[in-house]
């Protein structure tokens, strides 16, 4: 599963801010800004600590799904108790041994599977057993599909709730320090050859200390 990490941009909304300025813009000089975004990505806390959930959150679905995956050939009842045991706190030796029975055990019908594919004629019981492990493999794999788009649709939402979160504190953040230096627009510094007052440390200075709050 790829890796995805929060990004930053200035949003339409805050840009639409220089267009809608207090009187006082309007009879001074005016003034403009820029803002290091790559710095703010880098040093903005609450947001390197939302990029940690978000990757935690990716993680532990990639590790549910995967331990799934493992147990596939397991009966309905082995499954549950799998499942039981991997939810469960700390693990004990215990328990650590009968999971890596259960998957043994999956590993096991996995190769018996294979081998009664290869046979070109099969025993009444062969046959049978291969009908119960094929029945169960194709349940099982259209449960891990469709488990597989849920985490995604997930962890897609999850993205964009973290995402807004994120964009808008600072848009926020910018907008109060604009207010404070009386600034007509704020431009992202990268776009910017030269000139502009650089806003990032005050940004920076207000989103931090809301975050350390």
Not at 30 to 44: F, H, Q
Not at 67 to 95: C, I, N, W, Y
Not at 118 to 131: G, S, V
Request: aromatic share 6%; glycine share 4%; charged share 35%.
């Amino acid at each position: 599963m790829k890796r995805v990490f929060l990004c930053l941009a200035l949003g339409a909304a805050f840009m639409g801010f220089a267009m809608s300025m207090p009187a006082w813009a309007e009879a001074d000089v005016p003034k403009w800004g820029v803002i290091d975004m790559e710095r703010l990505a880098i040093e903005y806390q609450e947001m390197q600590r939302l990029n940690q959930e978000f990757q935690d959150f990716q993680r532990g679905q990639e590790i549910e799904l995967q331990e799934k995956h493992t147990a596939r050939l397991l009966t309905d009842a082995e499954s549950q108790e799998f499942a039981d045991l991997s939810a469960m706190g700390a693990p004990t030796d215990v328990r650590t041994q009968r999971l890596t029975e259960l998957r043994g055990l999956s590993d096991e019908r996995e190769q018996r599977l294979l081998e009664l594919r290869k046979k070109d004629e099969c025993t009444e019981e062969e046959a049978a057993e291969r009908q119960e492990l094929e029945a169960r493999y194709e349940a099982r794999m259209a449960e891990l599909a469709a488990l597989q788009a849920k985490m995604k649709a997930s962890r897609v939402a999850k993205y964009e709730d973290l995402s807004k979160l994120v964009a808008d504190s600072v848009d926020n953040a910018i907008k109060a320090v604009a207010e404070e230096q009386k600034l007509t627009l704020v431009l992202r510094k990268d776009s910017v050859m030269y000139g502009g007052v650089d806003i990032t440390e005050a940004v920076l200075a207000k989103l931090n200390a809301k975050s350390e709050k």
